[in-house]
């Protein structure tokens, strides 16, 4: 056991330092022992658990907070942009002008305007926002890493299906740091690249191939089993590459077997109007379709939406594309709510990190992990929240500034997982789930 010094109270040197650091961003001694209380489970009563699913709207490449969430009217104009900000339900909080759907529902989540971190390049950035561990080595701008298991792949392993379907689906694609790391191939998202908005929408992995009877099937799979007679090594050690293979062909077995994924496919079976309401657009009925399996039983689903990217042509690109993204995101919320399921689903928004204050000469922002904006909603996230705040200029989070740590540490206890829960890779080290499992506590009610 390490040796750690305490003071006749039993306050160790860390406690100290955290105290100070916390003074330091705005806490109070009462605030910083209510958070460290309700990571470590102390004196304080735990956060109840109140989500069942996730569903993850990832904005890849990294959203503007100024055109979004976080407008700043009073700066001057290299800063503050050509948009104007607009009222929401809530007081004294006003959102950008395309955000009009959003604004209007404010009263159903949280916007939080003060996460902010030190990874400013998009490999880099996705891997911290997705798993709440930093990169250990630098990586590069467009790099693919894992180092560390991503949020739907460890909620896919502490809250396993019982129908079924996949834990963790991922809509079109799977995002950079999206993966399962040490956790093994089982606990990777079902990637469904099909476009739910096309005529005669099916999932290719769903349905027997066209002729392909059950019989012949039930064949085809029979003799599988006669001619593989590899042998498996079962120790986790190994890494045995056919073991992850066993679990791919049991996963799709199951899935062309399963009742339950079957139905919550057919988005085909939901209303016009309803459908309308979402938009005829790919991500609409992606969102849709998230709902759905949601519905099923799904504990977590991530919307990958590329194109946030924005270097040049910001405004004319937001004019575009914003007002019917945003719609789709207020009626999935709406949606939720009138189902009676808002309470049990979290909605999260968000991308790796922010914008630069300052508009480049091409008319864009550049890359900007000091201040960001996260739309959060369902299981028991409060409504009309906007937590935390930027500067005058928008520069930096200076009130109530949070990190990528605290934001999933948020999503685990939500979801009833210990944010200081240790997993083990198959090589027998330790990792924890989170370096820093402090959860939000504004976001429990």
């Known amino acids: ?38 990571a470590k489970g102390t004196t304080a009563q735990q956060p109840k658990a109140k989500a069942k699913s996730v569903i993850l709207i990832w904005m890849d490449g990294g959203p503007t907070h100024y055109e979004t969430f976080d407008p700043k009217p009073e700066a001057p104009v290299e800063i503050r942009g050509e948009f104007n900000p607009i009222a929401t339900k809530v007081p004294g909080v006003q959102f950008s002008q395309h955000m009009t759907r959003l604004a209007s529902i404010f009263d159903k989540y949280t916007v939080i305007r003060s996460i902010r971190h030190n990874q400013g390049n998009h490999g880099a950035g996705n891997h ?18 894992s180092f560390h298991p991503s949020m739907g792949s460890v909620v896919a392993h502490q809250k396993p299906t019982t129908n079924n379907l996949p834990a963790y689906f991922s809509m079109p694609r799977m995002s950079r740091s999206g993966g399962p790391n040490f956790l093994g191939a089982k606990y990777a998202p079902f990637v469904v690249s099909d476009n739910p908005n096309s005529k005669g929408f099916r999932v290719r992995d769903l349905a027997l191939p066209s002729g392909l009877t059950d019989a012949r099937y039930q064949g085809r799979r029979n003799l599988r089993e006669q001619v593989d007679q590899l042998k498996r090594i079962k120790d986790k050690v190994a890494g045995d590459p056919v073991a992850n293979l066993d679990e791919y062909y049991e996963q799709g077995y199951s899935l062309v077997a399963s009742t339950e994924a079957q139905k919550a496919f057919q988005i085909e079976s939901e209303p016009g109007k309803l459908r309308d309401k979402y938009g005829r657009t790919s991500f609409g009925q992606r969102a849709l379709l998230a709902r759905r399996l949601s519905e099923a039983g799904v504990p977590f689903i991530t919307l990958y939406e590329g194109g946030w990217d924005h270097h040049g042509s910001l405004f004319k690109t937001f004019n575009s594309r914003m007002p019917a993204f945003e719609n789709t995101i207020a009626t999935l919320i709406e949606d939720l ?13 968000l991308g790796e990190f922010g914008r630069t204050p300052k508009i480049n000469p091409g008319g864009g922002r550049d ?13 028991g996230v409060p409504g009309g929240l906007a937590l935390g705040a930027t500067d005058k200029a928008g520069y930096s989070a200076v009130e109530r500034v949070l990190s990528p740590e605290n934001f999933v540490s948020t999503i685990y206890t ?12 198959p090589e027998g080290r330790p990792s924890h789930l989170v370096s820093d499992p402090t959860p939000i506590p504004e976001l429990f009610v």
């Open 337 to 349: 709510d009138e189902r009676g399921l808002l309470e049990t689903t979290m909605v999260l928004a």
């Open 128 to 145: 911290y926002m997705m798993t709440g561990a930093p990169p250990r080595i630098p990586v590069g701008c467009g790099s693919y890493v």
């Open 414 to 425: 939500k979801m009833g997982i210990d944010p200081d829960k240790v997993l083990y890779t």
């Open 367 to 379: 890359h900007w992990s000091n201040a960001m904006s996260v739309l959060m909603a369902g299981g």
């Open 1 to 38: 056991m390490k040796n750690v010094s305490k003071n006749c109270n039993g306050i160790t040197r860390r406690n100290c330092l955290q105290l100070g650091l916390g003074a330091l961003t705005g806490l109070g001694m009462v605030d910083l022992l209510r958070l460290q209380s309700l």
